[in-house]
């Protein structure tokens, strides 16, 4: 299998722009998690899927941020408008209770916001 | 909450041993260790379900005490492939969700 497969892997922007950041899970797993990670809060979960409907996004930090699961091998955050302060990696990872629920990272979008 | 984790960072010499701790306020199903290197995604290294057992991966061991709500990461006989940022992830049962302490940065030098 290919992994979790994130897109695009850099992103540049000016604030007030919308961003889109885009993830392929690995076939078959049932859950889908988004990750934000800065050197200030380290990796916080932001929501996650199971069967392609969102169970906690608690740790989505406004309603600037919302995340889409429209199908089982594909799902967006969207972040809009953006501002500085969204800059970070952003990680997408997957996984199956099968695996014993091990989360499998994708290679991470790192999102700059001037 | 978010789980506690010791030393926040570590300098070792090529083949010390190192002991990385994770601690959590409440009761745990599993934690899971992570991996991360510069610039790069996390990477699964173990997970310990709660009943105090060990497990090992080559030189790199685990354990996890269910009554003390911690775990420890045990590195043995350190390589400079070791270097990194490790993670412990804690589920308070089971239901996939993952919080994260703050990481230990480790540093093996030749």
């Known amino acids: 299998d290919a992994g979790v497969i994130q897109s695009p892997r850099h992103e540049v922007t000016e604030m007030g722009q919308e961003v889109t950041l885009r993830c392929k899970p690995i076939?078959?797993?049932?859950?889908l998690f988004w990750y934000r990670q800065t050197m200030m809060r380290g990796l916080e979960l932001l929501i996650y899927?199971?069967?392609?409907?969102?169970?906690?996004d608690s740790g989505m930090p406004e309603d600037r941020f919302s995340a889409k699961m429209p199908n089982a091998s594909f799902s967006t955050l969207k972040i809009q408008p953006s501002e500085p302060r969204d800059s970070a990696v952003y990680f997408c990872?997957?996984?199956?209770?099968?695996?014993?629920?091990?989360?499998?990272f994708g290679p991470g979008t790192r999102l700059t916001v001037l | 909450q978010q789980p506690v984790q010791s030393p926040q960072a570590v300098i070792l010499r090529e083949g010390e041993d190192a002991v990385i701790n994770c601690s959590s306020s409440?009761?745990?199903?599993?934690v899971h260790w992570y991996r991360q290197k510069h610039g790069e995604a996390p990477v699964f290294l173990m997970i310990?379900?709660?009943?105090?057992e060990q497990k090992g991966h080559e030189k790199i061991s685990a354990s996890f005490n269910e009554k003390k709500q911690q775990s420890s990461l045990y590195l043995t006989a350190s390589q400079l492939s070791y270097s990194g940022t490790y993670f412990c992830?804690?589920?308070?049962?089971?239901?996939?969700?993952?919080?994260f302490g703050g990481g230990t940065r480790l540093m093996v030098k030749p």
């Open positions: 990872a997957s996984s199956a209770p099968r695996e014993g629920d091990t989360q499998y």
């Open positions: 076939s078959g797993h049932d859950y």
């Open positions: 899927f199971n069967n392609n409907v969102p169970i906690d």
């Open positions: 409440k009761a745990l199903y599993s």
């Open positions: 310990l379900l709660k009943g105090g």
């Open positions: 992830g804690t589920e308070g049962d089971a239901g996939n969700m993952l919080t």
